[in-house]
Structures are given as structure tokens and as C-alpha cells.
């Protein structure tokens, strides 16, 4: 190949790289939100009086809360690197995994400080996801079960922002 043909074939060569490259971490996040999901039912799994974290939408509220602009770029990053990290460490079948077999490889998770911190992030906001105001994307069927009283004064917005206090 001479210099004109390499020149040439370059641009082709970027835009593949780039598109391959966005294609990579469109599935990375995928994956990553499948293990979330996971690893949150077997935190909060379903059972005679409660429903699962599925049941009240956890990895939604999760999804929406970390993509919110408020919400620390740092935390949102180590959640989703965590979940990678699990996949990576289970060669990407963490999901298929029985509950006992979750519950050996999450306890070794969490015997280093990296392992219980994110732990402790996904618990935290998975109870903020059962237990938050419904204009949060709460499901009411939690504060049923749990006799729970929605208290005042309630969020007139999502996520205030831009707070300016006088």
C-alpha cells in the first residue's frame, strides 16, 4: 500500500473505528443495566408479603436518577463501572446465575472496599426507589404494603435543581 491508498482509506478507517467503538459501549451499558437489575431482585426479592425491586421499578428510577444532570457524575460512573466489572469478572453470566450462586460471588464482591461501596450505592438507591414520593417514579404499592402515610409538603418538581435560597 503507498501513502496515496493510505490516505485515502483513513477517513473510512475513523468512521469504523468510532462507529464500533460507540457499538462497544452500547452493549457495555446494556449489559451493565441487566446486572443492576439483577443484583437489585436479589437484594429485594419477591416473596409472600413484598414485591420485588422489579415490582417497584428500581432500575428505572435508578436509570433515571443517575442520567439526571443533578445527579454526581462520579456516583453514576462507579455504578455503571461496578456492574461492568461484575460482568467482566463472570464472563458476562452473572444473570444466569442461581441465588445462592449471586449471593457466594456478591459476598467475595464485597470484600474489598470497591465491592462494598458499590454494594452499599445500589442498596441506597434502591430503597430511595421504594421508598421516595411518587413524583419520583415511586410505586404506591410499597408504601401500601408498608403502611406508610405520604407526608406533606410534597415536590412540586422532579429533581429541583437550580434551588435559589433567599
Aim: net charge positive; glycine share 4%; charged share 25%.
Amino acid at each position: 500500500m503507498d501513502r496515496r491508498e493510505f490516505f485515502t482509506l483513513l477517513p473510512f478507517i475513523g468512521v469504523t473505528s468510532y462507529f464500533l467503538i460507540k457499538n462497544i459501549d452500547s452493549i457495555e451499558k446494556d449489559s451493565a443495566i441487566k446486572i443492576i437489575k439483577s443484583v437489585q431482585n436479589h437484594i429485594f426479592p419477591k416473596d409472600i408479603k413484598f414485591i420485588s425491586a422489579d415490582g417497584f421499578e428500581a432500575t428505572k428510577f435508578l436509570i433515571q436518577t443517575t442520567t439526571h444532570k443533578s445527579f454526581d457524575t462520579d456516583i453514576r460512573k462507579f455504578i455503571f463501572q461496578g456492574a461492568k466489572k461484575i460482568f467482566f469478572q463472570t464472563d458476562g453470566t452473572f444473570i444466569y446465575y442461581s441465588n445462592k450462586q449471586k449471593e457466594i460471588f456478591l459476598q467475595n464482591f464485597k470484600k474489598n472496599r470497591y465491592g462494598e461501596l458499590w454494594l452499599s450505592n445500589m442498596i441506597n438507591i434502591t430503597i430511595e426507589a421504594m421508598l421516595c414520593d411518587e413524583i419520583y417514579s415511586s410505586n404506591n404499592k410499597v408504601l401500601k404494603i408498608l403502611d406508610i402515610k405520604k407526608g406533606n409538603p410534597k415536590p412540586i418538581k422532579k429533581y429541583i435543581y437550580n434551588l435559589k435560597i433567599i
